[in-house]
């Protein structure tokens, strides 16, 4: 069966920090990846999405960025964190054939 | 005006009650429905899916989609305490991208 691993569950960071949020699925190949923002009782934010290894396309400009290194690999960067950073990211997966996505556990950031 | 609207709640409810979720969407294309449940602190998990109209029932969960009034809803049948959580509409056309909605917190009181 499929999995999808976010790590870590709880960050804490300075301003001016940068960051480094990793996500990996297992059990399946070329997935289509997806990060999201979830602010605190809002809506889910659409942030990134890849389609493919190298292949990033984003949806809101920011300060920051994402890469997918490996097939099954999904890194969101920032080189320098703002307070309005803080949030609850969310990685998730789904057939590039289907619309149904799978989350991850998430991590809650908070940025001081 | 947001494409997927949803009431932001809380709802509360007692044990044992039937509740109602819904969703009003703006776009005639989307054609896949979908709820999720968001524990605290926690990522959503899928519940229920659902293509075009009609309904779709698993278990105390029946999920109802009305095209023709763009309306979505949810109804959870003898609801428990561990039934408390977000609830999440989504929609989506014949692509990936899905559209959520703004979440509904539900609290089912013992």
């Known amino acids: 069966s499929q999995t999808i691993h976010q790590w870590p569950a709880t960050l804490v960071q300075p301003v001016g920090s940068p960051l480094s949020l990793e996500c990996t699925v297992e059990?399946?190949?070329?997935?289509?990846l997806y990060w999201y923002r979830q602010a605190a009782g809002r809506g889910l934010q659409l942030l990134f999405y890849?389609?493919?290894?190298?292949?990033i396309s984003s949806e809101v400009p920011q300060n920051l960025s994402a890469s997918r290194p490996q097939d099954r690999q999904f890194i969101l960067s920032s080189k320098k964190l703002l307070l309005s950073d803080s949030g609850f990211y969310l990685c998730?997966?789904?057939?590039?054939?289907?619309?149904?996505?799978?989350f991850g556990a998430g991590t809650r950031l908070s940025v001081l | 005006q947001k494409e997927v609207e949803q009431d932001p709640g809380p709802l509360s409810v007692p044990e044992g009650a039937i509740v109602s979720l819904n969703c009003t969407y703006s776009?005639?294309?989307?054609?896949?429905f979908m709820w999720y449940r968001q524990y605290s602190r926690k990522g959503p998990e899928l519940l229920m899916y659902?293509?075009?109209?009609g309904n779709k029932e698993d278990g105390r969960f029946t999920a109802q989609v009305d095209k023709s009034s763009k309306y979505i809803s949810l109804f959870i049948r003898d609801s428990q305490p561990s039934d408390s959580a977000t609830y999440l509409c989504?929609?989506?056309?014949?692509?990936?991208?899905?559209?959520f909605g703004g979440g509904t917190r539900l609290m089912v009181k013992p």
């Open positions: 998730a997966w789904s057939v590039p054939s289907k619309n149904i996505q799978y």
């Open positions: 059990g399946t190949s070329n997935p289509n």
């Open positions: 890849s389609v493919g290894i190298g292949q």
């Open positions: 776009n005639s294309a989307f054609q896949y």
């Open positions: 659902t293509y075009s109209s």
């Open positions: 989504a929609t989506s056309n014949a692509g990936n991208m899905l559209t």
